[in-house]
């Protein structure tokens, strides 16, 4: 059964740090493209970023460039997101994503109609002033 489970999320003040984790189980993850996306409810899902399948290649949200990190250790099949300098509108619902070949594009986002291949459940991450 395909898996990916996030832990991780919770409560920062602005200015802090958060790690975000998820573990993927169930199929070769190596073979995939991994990254988060965020909702806020009420508002359209977002994508944060994506990390090719050896990480070579990363694509960021503008929004988050220079405060997000992500990595991966496909020898654990998990992946990680490093938040750093959280601002309020951080706040919402992070989904781990894993996609089958090469990474989404971040910026022009998800083709209408396109699946991704795997979801987690999501982790909520609150960002307070």
């Known amino acids: 059964e395909v898996q990916l489970v996030e832990s991780g999320g919770g409560l920062a003040q602005a200015g802090g740090s958060l790690r975000l984790s998820c573990a993927a189980s169930?199929?070769?993850?190596?073979?995939?493209?991994v990254g988060w996306f965020r909702q806020v409810p009420g508002k359209e899902r977002e994508g944060v970023v994506c990390?090719?399948?050896?990480?070579?290649?990363?694509d960021y949200a503008d929004s988050v460039k220079g405060r997000f990190t992500i990595s991966r250790d496909n020898a654990s099949n998990t992946v990680y997101l490093d938040m750093n300098n959280l601002k309020p509108e951080d706040t919402a619902v992070y989904y781990c994503?894993?996609?089958?070949?090469?990474?989404?594009?971040?910026?022009?986002?998800?083709?209408?109609?396109?699946?991704?291949?795997?979801w987690g459940q999501g982790t909520q991450v609150t960002v307070f002033s």
């Open positions: 990390s090719s399948k050896f990480g070579g290649t990363t």
């Open positions: 994503v894993a996609d089958l070949g090469v990474c989404w594009s971040v910026r022009y986002g998800t083709p209408p109609g396109y699946e991704y291949d795997a």
């Open positions: 169930g199929f070769t993850f190596d073979d995939y493209a």
